[in-house]
Protein backbone atom coordinates (compact mmCIF):
# COMPACT_ATOMS: atom_id res chain seq x y z
CA UNK A 1 0.00 0.00 0.00
CA UNK A 2 0.90 3.41 -0.53
CA UNK A 3 -0.29 6.77 0.66
CA UNK A 4 -0.04 10.65 0.26
CA UNK A 5 -0.68 12.84 3.22
CA UNK A 6 -0.84 16.34 2.43
CA UNK A 7 -0.59 19.02 5.81
CA UNK A 8 -0.16 22.80 5.90
CA UNK A 9 -3.37 24.19 4.57
CA UNK A 10 -5.15 26.81 6.12
CA UNK A 11 -6.33 30.38 6.23
CA UNK A 12 -4.43 33.26 5.39
CA UNK A 13 -5.22 36.97 3.98
CA UNK A 14 -4.34 37.92 1.05
CA UNK A 15 -0.72 38.92 0.22
CA UNK A 16 0.29 36.02 3.03
CA UNK A 17 2.14 32.64 2.51
CA UNK A 18 1.70 28.71 3.58
CA UNK A 19 4.02 26.00 2.65
CA UNK A 20 2.49 22.91 2.12
CA UNK A 21 3.65 19.23 2.19
CA UNK A 22 3.43 16.10 0.95
CA UNK A 23 4.67 12.84 2.29
CA UNK A 24 4.54 9.52 0.56
CA UNK A 25 4.76 6.34 2.19
CA UNK A 26 4.37 2.69 2.18
CA UNK A 27 5.63 0.33 0.37
CA UNK A 28 7.89 2.88 -2.23
CA UNK A 29 10.23 1.67 -4.74
CA UNK A 30 10.85 4.87 -6.21
CA UNK A 31 8.86 7.97 -6.94
CA UNK A 32 8.76 9.99 -10.50
CA UNK A 33 7.36 13.16 -11.26
CA UNK A 34 5.75 14.31 -7.86
CA UNK A 35 2.79 17.28 -7.90
CA UNK A 36 0.37 19.71 -6.52
CA UNK A 37 -3.60 20.05 -8.24
CA UNK A 38 -5.91 22.68 -6.87
CA UNK A 39 -10.09 22.30 -7.34
CA UNK A 40 -11.80 25.23 -6.39
CA UNK A 41 -15.83 25.24 -5.79
CA UNK A 42 -17.49 24.56 -8.67
CA UNK A 43 -14.27 24.80 -11.00
CA UNK A 44 -12.11 21.41 -12.13
CA UNK A 45 -9.14 20.02 -10.64
CA UNK A 46 -6.36 22.26 -12.01
CA UNK A 47 -2.47 21.58 -12.41
CA UNK A 48 -0.47 23.71 -9.75
CA UNK A 49 3.51 22.85 -10.55
CA UNK A 50 5.20 19.46 -11.16
CA UNK A 51 8.61 18.21 -10.05
CA UNK A 52 10.28 15.08 -11.38
CA UNK A 53 12.83 13.45 -10.38
CA UNK A 54 15.48 15.54 -12.03
CA UNK A 55 14.08 18.22 -10.26
CA UNK A 56 12.89 19.86 -12.92
CA UNK A 57 10.01 21.62 -12.17
CA UNK A 58 6.91 22.98 -14.04
CA UNK A 59 4.22 25.83 -13.09
CA UNK A 60 0.85 26.92 -14.08
CA UNK A 61 1.08 30.28 -15.66
CA UNK A 62 -1.52 31.61 -12.46
CA UNK A 63 1.22 30.99 -9.88
CA UNK A 64 4.98 31.54 -11.58
CA UNK A 65 6.69 33.69 -9.85
CA UNK A 66 4.34 32.93 -6.26
CA UNK A 67 4.84 29.40 -5.57
CA UNK A 68 7.32 27.29 -5.40
CA UNK A 69 7.52 23.65 -5.76
CA UNK A 70 10.47 21.06 -3.99
CA UNK A 71 11.45 17.84 -3.40
CA UNK A 72 13.39 15.94 -0.86
CA UNK A 73 13.67 12.31 -2.05
CA UNK A 74 15.19 11.03 1.17
CA UNK A 75 11.81 11.75 2.68
CA UNK A 76 9.89 10.79 0.02
CA UNK A 77 8.44 14.11 0.52
CA UNK A 78 7.37 17.41 -1.83
CA UNK A 79 6.80 20.68 -0.87
CA UNK A 80 4.60 23.57 -2.06
CA UNK A 81 5.93 27.49 -0.65
CA UNK A 82 2.66 29.53 -1.72
CA UNK A 83 3.72 33.39 -1.72
CA UNK A 84 1.76 36.43 -1.99
CA UNK A 85 -1.43 34.59 -1.85
CA UNK A 86 -4.76 36.01 -3.83
CA UNK A 87 -8.60 35.33 -2.82
CA UNK A 88 -8.57 33.19 -6.10
CA UNK A 89 -5.64 30.85 -4.72
CA UNK A 90 -8.73 29.45 -2.75
CA UNK A 91 -9.27 25.76 -3.42
CA UNK A 92 -8.43 22.28 -2.28
CA UNK A 93 -4.65 21.26 -3.08
CA UNK A 94 -3.82 17.39 -3.80
CA UNK A 95 -0.62 15.98 -3.89
CA UNK A 96 -0.05 13.83 -6.43
CA UNK A 97 2.83 11.16 -7.62
CA UNK A 98 3.87 8.82 -9.94
CA UNK A 99 5.08 5.71 -7.86
CA UNK A 100 6.93 2.56 -8.80
CA UNK A 101 5.89 0.27 -5.93
CA UNK A 102 7.22 -2.81 -4.18
CA UNK A 103 4.30 -4.52 -4.63
CA UNK A 104 2.46 -3.97 -7.98
CA UNK A 105 4.04 -3.80 -11.37
CA UNK A 106 4.46 -0.78 -12.84
CA UNK A 107 4.42 3.10 -12.19
CA UNK A 108 1.08 3.59 -10.86
CA UNK A 109 -0.60 7.40 -9.95
CA UNK A 110 -1.06 8.42 -6.30
CA UNK A 111 -3.41 11.25 -4.70
CA UNK A 112 -3.06 12.69 -1.45
CA UNK A 113 -7.22 13.40 0.68
CA UNK A 114 -6.56 17.08 -0.59
CA UNK A 115 -5.80 19.95 2.34
CA UNK A 116 -7.99 23.42 2.12
CA UNK A 117 -6.13 26.95 1.51
CA UNK A 118 -8.61 29.65 2.18
CA UNK A 119 -7.41 33.11 1.36
CA UNK A 120 -9.69 35.55 2.60
CA UNK A 121 -9.61 39.14 3.91
Known amino acids: QVQLVESGGGSVQPGGSLRLSCVAS????????MGWYRQAPGKQRELVATINSSNKSNYADSVKDRFTISRDNAKNTVYLQMNSLKPEDTAVYYC???????????????WGQGTQVTVSS
Open 96 to 110: NAGIRSTAVLGTSDY
Open 26 to 33: GSIFSINT
